[in-house]
């Protein structure tokens, strides 16, 4: 851990709330950018987590580690793997100028979860506690290092995916997961209906699955546990093994151009995993074991929406293609119901009374003046 | 905490309770309606048998039209609500007050809709948890969190206490593993959070509703997801001479890439009180039992075990024990579930604890509860969650002896000190509720406390959904900072604290 940067930058980041606030200037919170194309654009003055950064505790065999917001999600990975351990949540790290950035702040920040969230968990269950400070410039401490607790409200989780609209995080406390001892990635050629009746399928039986990705006509499945454990299961399921696969479940997970174009929009549905399969052209991605459903193609926004309601989904444009203007509004299309948006407004005042945190990028009506809301 | 002795006296106002009652059976079947003494005396307690009071009323609706009926008349007529699953809960959360309506959800019992495909149940709030698990056992699912009361709590309750069991080392806790939640706004308006998918747009609100105690709504549906049953699962029972070792054996299986599905320890004292119980022939010379259970695929399974057995062995385990069929696994899993049976023999009173300790410090916060125990000449018996570190101290009493009352709430109450200096919280799955109000203020700085307040108030804003628990007032704490100047005399205790 010597070789990593460990710089203790609160009192700074501190005085910058501080000072931004007597100021009356409005703060967006950024770790590596990784994700700026993540939700509405945000406008205000850059508060910058990344030199605050370094792990303040591991301990392996209590599965848990602490570390401040701006550490790279690259160096957690790199101390974890030292100790065959692993983020289990497998946040996706994002090129910025064709490198894998992300610091764990804006992993948790943003709340997404890779190809393993189904059976493993999301960024959420995997937070213990945070210290963040809100938006009257108070420092908080919430949660702890044990994965039970219930003691007060459950803040840590709540930050998870608030994308920064809420208040700074300043580290974060995550319980992380052994590494298991073997995997293999199998692939078998299948119609998308045969695809999605064998996930079900699948699904309800006791297997060691970590991953399950149909496109292409063709459904790749992961299987992590003990050697024999998987080798058991790898004969119930057949198929064809894939060699390189952790490179392959990699480029889906931070979305490489090998799986999408970035030229175009990417949307995704999120609905559960036996929801029936669309009937809209185009280019789509069914993860999650049938619960996450990415869709890159001519449909209009209204066609995707009208099919997320129909599986009771929910539909977000997840990133706007590199060849769309920005004054395009990038939202979480889903409805929101009135009573679910003003608890939004309620707990963003709550949290950050004079909205010192700019709230753009969490378009729910009411949290943020600025943002244009489709829904 | 403060434990009462003695009968509860009725201090309701009888005018208001004969109003509401008159109001409310215009609302709801007369016989849903309990306004009797002799009928209210048996809900004015919940398991935390140590705080009691009568409620003003006890209604106990029979479907959601009707919860929604008494929610809305709560709001229009300033009344204040403490909802009720089924009163399993051990930290007072459900204790009723002489100026609130109780409102017990246990009518609300059916199960509404299984969806074996995409691995869901949805519920209504007073449904026992096990329940859930029985009902879709044939499709060869199950429901994870499994407190030790699933045979009676509500899965209304766990979801306000954010439940676990003895398996969610593995599978986690009820946060993790409901999907949606509906549930009725102070206002009595319907709100529905999360949805069909592994996620929602916006603030992940359903966090915040669970564990939260029934102060931010009245939940009346929840959309729990179900997981395979696993086709092989084993049992291991081992002891060993020195807690320090058992303590490094739960660390050194969880380095070891192995989470078990259950970790559950047993100290010395336990171990005797539970031995002169039932004659298991456990070792009365070891100072810790781990029971192990792991659990997946058969293949899965038996290599785990070999990991398992080889690690422990390296740290003095012996007098191993193995089950594997479902009648040995049960019959080896008795010892630790006879243990409150088995301490009710021995003593006439016991205080369950619940705090949590990282799990590297468990030895040494388990020294410190023998010393004290020792200090305050009472004898502690530990049964608990090694596995995540979530420990239960059993603190046996005369609660006949004021002497006795007064050494074990301060013996308990150095024992939560020990575990909040260790980086352990109040609690792993009792809750805050009633018992634990007063202590939370060691665990809260004011501006934490100021911020729970403002979230307090997002749903509920003027704080009559189960007032008085869970989560003090910043005022309230700083009234007890004098507390322990004055010897445990609580200065205000009438002080409102939501
Ligand atoms: C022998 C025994 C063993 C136990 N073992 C465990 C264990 O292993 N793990 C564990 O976590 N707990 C355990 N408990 C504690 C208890 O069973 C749990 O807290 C349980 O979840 C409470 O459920 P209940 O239905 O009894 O809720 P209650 O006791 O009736 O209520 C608990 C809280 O939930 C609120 N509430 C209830 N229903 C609703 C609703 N529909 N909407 C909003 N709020 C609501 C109440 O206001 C109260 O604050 C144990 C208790 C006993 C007596």
Redesign the interface.
């Known amino acids: 851990m010597a070789d990593y940067p460990n710089q203790d930058a609160t009192n700074t980041l501190i005085e910058q709330i501080a000072t931004a606030s007597g100021q009356g200037e409005r703060l967006v919170i950024t770790g590596h950018g990784s994700k700026q194309f993540y939700g509405q654009a945000p406008a205000g003055t850059p508060l910058e987590t990344a030199g605050h950064c370094g792990i303040i505790d591991y301990e392996p065999g209590d599965l848990v580690l602490r570390a401040r917001a701006g550490t790279p999600l690259t160096q957690i990975e790199a101390v974890l793997a030292e100790q065959g351990q692993c983020l289990g949540f497998e946040p996706p790290r994002f090129a910025v100028q064709g490198a894998a950035r992300g610091t764990l702040g804006g992993a948790v920040a943003a709340g997404l979860s890779g190809p393993r969230r189904p059976w493993v968990g999301s960024t959420r269950d995997f937070v213990l506690g945070v210290t963040m400070v809100n938006g009257l410039g108070h420092s908080l401490y919430f949660g702890g290092q044990l994965i039970k607790n219930v003691a007060g409200f459950d803040v840590p989780r709540l930050m998870a995916g608030s994308l920064g609209t809420l208040g700074l995080l300043l580290d974060v406390t995550i319980r992380v997961l052994p590494i298991r001892p073997a995997e293999v990635t199998l692939q078998l050629q299948l119609s998308g209906s045969e695809a999605l009746q064998r996930m079900v399928e699948w699904q309800r039986r006791p297997l060691p699955l970590s991953g399950m990705v149909y496109r292409d006509d063709r459904l790749t499945i992961r299987l992590s546990g003990t050697p024999e454990g998987v080798a058991a299961a790898q004969e119930a399921i057949g198929g064809e093994r894939l060699e390189s696969a952790d490179e392959w479940w990699a480029s889906l997970r931070d979305q490489r151009p090998s799986f999408f174009n970035p030229e175009n929009s990417l949307w995704r549905v999120s609905c559960a995993a036996a929801a029936v399969l669309p009937e809209i052209a185009g280019d789509w991605t069914i993860d999650w074991g049938g619960a996450q459903r990415w869709y890159q193609g001519d449909a209009t926004a209204a066609e995707l929406l009208d099919y997320a309601k129909k599986i009771n989904g929910s539909l977000s444009r997840f990133r706007p293609g590199t060849t769309q203007t920005s004054s395009e509004p990038i939202v979480f299309l889903s409805e929101i119901s009135d009573p679910v948006a003003a608890i939004h407004q309620r707990l963003k005042k709550a949290f950050d009374p004079d909205g010192l945190f700019d709230g753009s990028r969490l378009p729910v009506a009411g949290i943020d003046q600025t943002s244009t809301v489709l829904v | 905490m403060t434990i009462v002795t003695g009968a509860t006296v009725d201090v309701a106002d009888p005018v208001l309770r004969r109003q509401l009652a008159a109001d409310l059976r215009q609302l709801l079947p007369a016989h849903c309606v309990l306004d009797r003494l002799e009928q209210l005396k048996p809900f004015e307690c919940d398991a935390l048998t140590a705080i009691r009071e009568i409620p003003l009323l006890v209604v106990l609706p029979e479907n959601r039209q009707q919860v929604q009926a008494v929610v809305q008349y709560a709001h229009k007529n300033a009344v204040a609500l403490i909802a009720r699953g089924a009163g399993t809960g051990l930290s007072g959360g459900a204790t009723p007050r002489a100026d609130a309506v109780l409102l017990v959800l246990s009518k609300l019992n059916s199960i509404l809709e299984i ?6 149940a949805v519920v209504e709030p007073g449904v026992r948890n096990l329940a859930i698990s029985e009902a879709v056992a044939g ?3 199950f429901y994870a969190p499994d407190p030790s009361s699933q045979v009676a709590s509500s899965i209304g309750g766990n979801v306000a ?2 439940s ?1 069991g003895v398996h ?2 593995k599978y ?2 009820t ?2 593993n409901i999907r949606q939640i509906r549930y009725f ?1 102070h206002t009595g ?1 319907l ?3 999360g ?11 359903m ?2 509703m ?4 029934g102060m931010l709504g009245v939940v009346v549906e929840i959309t729990v997801n179900l997981l ?4 092989s699962i084993v049992l291991l029972q081992a002891a060993f001479p020195a807690m320090d070792q058992a303590g490094l054996g739960v ?2 299986i ?6 078990p599905a259950g970790l559950e320890m047993m100290d010395q004292t336990a171990i005797e009180v539970v031995e002169n119980y039932i004659h298991m022939d456990l070792p009365l010379d070891a100072e810790a039992i781990l029971l192990i259970e792991l659990d ?9 075990l070999a990991s398992v057995t080889a690690e422990i062995e390296k740290h003095g385990a012996y007098d191993l024990r193995l089950a594997r069929s479902e009648q040995d696994r049960i019959k080896l899993w008795s010892g630790r579930k006879s243990a409150f049976p088995a301490l009710g023999q021995v003593t006439t009173d016991f205080y369950i604890m619940d705090a ?5 410090h468990l030895p040494y916060a388990l020294r410190q509860i023998v010393e004290l125990s020792g200090q305050y000449r009472l004898r502690v018996a530990n049964v608990f ?1 090694a596995g ?3 420990l239960h101290p059993l603190v046996l009493y005369d609660a006949s002896d004021p002497d006795q009352v007064a050494r074990t709430e301060q013996l308990a109450d150095e024992i939560l000190t020990v575990c909040l200096s260790l ?10 509720g009633r018992e ?1 109000l007063d202590k ?1 203020c060691d ?3 004011t ?2 406390l ?3 307040e ?6 509920d804003p003027e704080g009559r959904l189960n007032p008085g628990k ?2 003090p007032t910043p005022q309230r704490c700083a009234e007890i900072g004098g507390m322990h100047v004055h010897q445990g005399k609580v200065p205000f205790p009438e002080l409102e604290r939501f």
Do not use: W
């Open positions: 969806d074996a495909d995409s691995r869901v499709l060869g699912l206490e954010n676990g969610c080392v986690g806790l946060t993790h706004d308006g709100v529905t959070l949805g069909a998918g592994l996620d929602a747009p916006g603030y992940d609100l966090a915040l669970t564990g939260s105690e395979p049953l696993p086709e660390m050194k969880i380095a070891a890439g192995i989470i997946g695929t058969e293949a899965e399974v038996e290599s785990q949590t300790v990282p799990r590297r969650h995540d570190g979530n980086g352990g919280t109040l609690s792993g799955e009792h809750g805050i634990k939370s665990q809260f700085s501006v934490e100021e911020q729970f403002r979230i307090k108030r997002v749903f869970a989560i």
